[in-house]
């Protein structure tokens, strides 16, 4: 019995994994962002994965998902960068979402951890693309960063140097896909509560 339910368990987060992978194929940038920021809504089936097995399944759907964009697509410096960001964001977004919604599983928790996370994420994200994640980006494609970020802002004229791309590029833009994971995540998640046993709140 529990070597089925193991079993069970493994092809659900596989079968979550490659589901998040698909929809990561078409992230696309938005308007007046920084390009190298690709808006998708790949987090859902790793939240939903989360809700059904726990925050590690969540956070393994992650790094399945990143792992199979960067060996099939492949990154633009050749080395994961944005891949490993992504796994990082995604992961601190699920652990804090399960972090509220598991001590008291009601769609109203579900969707304040989402917010909280959404915050800590933002603000963790900010932080690490300032003093690592950008500079790396810069670093291996043989750019100074104030050359990648003058590349990367193109679009976005008011945009001079890092620290401005982090506060008008990144973190606006993990608020509004924060903001948009709650908006698709909250209702597909009323809609499997009752197929996975959770009473109505």
């Known amino acids: 019995m529990m070597k089925n339910t193991s079993l069970r368990k493994n092809i659900t987060v596989a079968f979550l994994a490659a589901i998040s992978f698909l ?39 992650e790094a399945i998902k990143n792992l199979l ?41 579900l969707a304040l951890g989402m917010a909280v996370g959404t915050i800590i994420m933002t603000v963790l994200m900010s932080i690490a693309n300032y003093f690592i994640i950008f500079p790396s980006y810069a670093l291996f494609l043989g750019f100074s960063v104030d050359t990648a970020v003058k590349l990367a802002s193109a679009a976005n004229h008011s945009i001079h140097n890092l620290l401005t791309l982090i506060v008008l590029g990144v973190l606006p833009y993990n608020i509004i896909k924060g903001i948009f994971v709650i908006i698709v995540a909250v209702p597909i998640y009323t809609r499997l509560r009752p197929r996975l046993g959770i009473a109505k709140h």
């Open 23 to 61: 929809i990561m194929l078409v992230q696309f940038p938005l308007p007046l962002f920084p390009s190298f920021l690709q808006f998708d809504l790949s987090d859902i089936p790793a939240i939903i994965g989360a809700i059904i097995f726990g925050p590690l399944a969540g956070i393994a759907i």
């Open 69 to 109: 964009h960067w060996l099939i697509i492949g990154s633009p410096t050749g080395v994961p960068v944005g891949e490993i960001a992504n796994f990082i964001a995604g992961a601190i977004f699920i652990y804090v979402t399960t972090y509220f919604y598991r001590r008291k599983r009601t769609t109203g928790r």
